[in-house]
């Protein structure tokens, strides 16, 4: 809403800054955009009147003016539209500063082969208007050549405000009005209607009938007849464009200047032009169809409330007008409506037609059922007053929707309690009857709301009232009382923080990427058909830059980061999100929701350095990583299986069971997934359930290190390729016994030492007890065992055996 | 086979050398300076030395045996001398390490730096802000992000029609069985507070509640829009909660996170779950409120929304508010990350960058 403080000057005295003045607006709920000073530095603008208008000889969208400027008449070139001869505009003289547009002065221009001396103004080059689709034009009662500052305020200061959707009232100059004055303990004065009815006839003859009256409290009609239609005065036409309107004609305008001024939408109908003279509201039949005045066709639905004729809508209630029913210059009678309708109707049909309206946005907010008759009156009043028009007698009025006062009750004490202030009842009274609220006092406050505040009804909203008013920054500051036990994260919460701290610690980057997901991503994924993660939850109304599902997997956000980084020449990636997906489910109300850790690397493992040579990352970076993470969480009881996805490279795929349930996979991408998402190079991807790893995370256990030395064993054997690691790794501690402490490969070799299709793996075995110092015979013991064991259950070959005090460094 | 290996076969196999074998072992590995292994070679392969006690023992061995016995002799005098050689070379090579460690190296050569990851910047932001509450008492809770109509308008005060919802563009959920119920009913929710109706529901005040989360409106992308956000809300339920311990608790808030010179200030706003309702400013840290371009001249930043959660709300959930009063505040982290960062554009949250994101 945009208050033209000039305007704003017709119902109070101001005499603060306007700056002051946005800063009490902004603390009492009124919120300030802008303040915005226009047509400051302008000069070398006049009245000019058009005296002939020719074609431009060598553009077709230009014309060519003469124009008069008082003393003289200058030829001028000019693009506007609406350019007619004899019309009054502003007219810029070379030399003129127009602050709008320009930081120098306007100079004599040669535009296409034509000299121009001069321009002519649209609203928004004049600084006074945002309208830019023509040339302004003015009243016919203005001095051809006067100084632009003489015939309009040119300066002003409008401030533009945000008003919130409790605050219709508020959508208005007097509602401006009564909060400065309320804020200000200023007067305030509504503006003065005085009108002089005529005893015409016309208005008998006029039938209203409000066929829906739940959507259409109140229905209140005036006739002014015989107008003639022209622009606006000035004054009005000013005012308008500082309020963001275009000015149309004197009597459209009047309708939009009683809507800024008091907050009731109006609409003009040409009465002519009603079939029957008769006003039906009604609900549209289905196939019914209405040309607004925007020039679109509206297919009208049941659900519609319109403006009827005796045939055919007329308008859509409290939106827009049709174009049938239109006020036009050859408009003489017109039928001014001022209606009250019901916000919801207002707000679903204005919804349907993406439609929104000055009136709209008011109606479906809840306008004052008691002011459509003021408004009437206002708009006759003004009607007459600028296109000579005569007032009919008297008004229809109907009013289904009459309810009786709203009365509420307010406990002084209740106020201050919640509020955590002092404020006697003296004042609380005087601030709400500065809102035009009426009190009767007693112990409580029994408080009638005046009809425009549709938005109090309770106790509550009173004390918001008195509150903001009051000043929000007069309320003292103080902290909660009570004591609380509960306080900190959950288990949960701690768990998920460890998690990610464990994986930044390995020198990942933690990563965040929209929860959304395409349904190509599937396809790239190769997902088959009715695979898990293809039970997608589907958005009703995607952005198209979202996509248009819920994300089942972290996948194809971290493969999106890939990208991104990958086009910035960030090649090497170890990154991870820990976040949720999103899996339809039948029966159930509500998407099945999980949090999950995605892992990726790509790239180089190291970063260069003069010391060290790098290499890429592989499936052990990986692994490693993601055994970190169980042993961070104290989960022993894990394993990883090969295993086959859609998305993973055949044989090079792992899923990760935690306590015997499936918690994820890791593994290499197929290439053709890498592809897909326009990706270099290898990529690693690890997806885990958080919850699972949650269930499953344990407590440390102190357990005795051991006092006595132990004893260090290498152990290389031979053993047939196909033969897991893991395998061979269960076999030693299944022999080992208690003693085996710890058992860790050391080395993994293929090639000519060894014959083909074998492979030779070393293993450290590191033997303690707990009792006493270790003798060779015990740990030869447990060896032999382990090595005949190798021998019977995977047909190995030792190939050595070295033995050293326990911590010695290892001889290769 | 190294030689220490071969001399401990050596050793099995001639019975004779074992103890001169298992001696010369011992003298070798107890050498520690080149003084020693001279004494050393001396004790044993010198003119007076073992090697030579074992040749004399071989020349009086019965004739079949000598061959043999000399030939083990030999090896016997070649693993050794190997095994000399090699210590020294070992103790050479220390006192070089020695010298060299007294020597200076150039240090500024780059250090190897293990790789070091991060903390997204809205994560950590989160964590600055759930922390400052814990500190007041506050516990942390989630909710589902694809949330009912019901808790994310209705409940909070929101009725269908209501007004309010114009102004945040809801992302709703298709239904598999459109025809079954209302099908807008599941929604992307639009903000965290549906949280709050969940915990009320689930328990009973007093109650002391932050809750982090990410929130879903169908806005415009731009510089300051995304189709997913980061919100924390929080609420606090009890016996006599009051606006000014609201006023209070935000003023603890922002000096923990801003700094402690920042002053608040609450501005009257709309919200349908609370009322009063209030948007909160803290005074702008880069100009210390005097104005400057990032809080475009008004010496104020608004970081977040607040207010007395409204008694409506309780009757959803079964309070009497005549009871228990609360108040709710929640804030747009991104906001705030770009405030306290001088970020301009919340899009760089998302892009991941990983220069963005080694930055903070
Ligand atoms: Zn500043």
New binding site residues.
Partial sequence: MKVSLEWLSEYLKLEVEPEELACMLDLSGTAVDRIIRIGTGLSGVVVGRVVEVQPHPNADSLSVAHVEDGSNVREVVCGAPNLVSGMRTAFALPGARLPAISTSELKRANIRGVASDGMLLSAAELGIGEDTSGIIELGQDVLVGADIHDVLPVEDVVLDLEITPNRPDCMSMIGIAREISALLNLEFNYPEIEIIEDESTYLDSVKVKVGAPGDCQRYTARLVSDVKISPSPSWMQRRLMAAGFRAINNVVDVTNYVLVELGQPLHAFDLERIEGKTIIVRHAERGEVIRTLDGEDRQLDEKSLVIADSSNPVAIAGIMGGENSEVTEQTKNVLIESACFEPTSIYLTSKRFGLRSESSSRFERGTDPIGTSRAARRAAQLISQISGGRIALGEIDIFPGKKESIFVELRPWRLNELLGVEISKTEITNILERLEFKISSGETLNVEVPSFRRDIEREIDLVEEVARIFGYNKIPSDLPKGGRYEAGLSKTGKIEREISNILIAQGLFECISPSFMQNLDLTRLRLPEGHALTKVVTLLNPLSETGECMRTSLMPGLLKIVRHNQNRGNKDLAIFETGRVFFSAEGNKLPIEMDCIGILLSGMASSQHWSVSQREFDFFDLKGIVENILHTLFIGNYSLKKVERPFLKSGRGSMLQVEGKDAGFLGELKSEVVEAYDIKGHVYVAEISTDCLIQAAGEPEHREIGRFPGVKVDISIIVDDGVECERVENIIRANGGELLESVSLFDLYKGTQIPDGMKSLAFSLEFRSFERTLSDEDVNERVDSIVSALERDVGAVLRKKDEGPSGSVRQN | MGELERLRELSRENKSLKSVIEKSISIIQGCSSLEDTRDARIRILGRKGMITAVFEGISKMPEDERPAAGRAGNEFRTLVTALLEEKEKEIEASIHMESRELEGIDITLPGRCPPLGKKHILSKVIDDVVEIFISLGYSVETGPEVELDYYNFEALNTPAYHPARSLQDTFYVKRSDPEREEPDDILLRTHTSPVQIRVMESRKPPLYVISPGKAYRKDEIDATHTAMFFQVEGFAVDRGITMAQLKGTLEVFARKLFGSKRTVRLRPHFFPFTEPSAEVDVS?F??D???????K?S?W?EILGCGMIDPNVFSHVGYDPEEFSGFAFGMGIERIAMMKYGIEDMRYFYDDNIKFLSRF
């Fill in positions: 702008c880069a100009c409120g005097a104005g400057c371009s990032i809080c001249h010496g930043l």
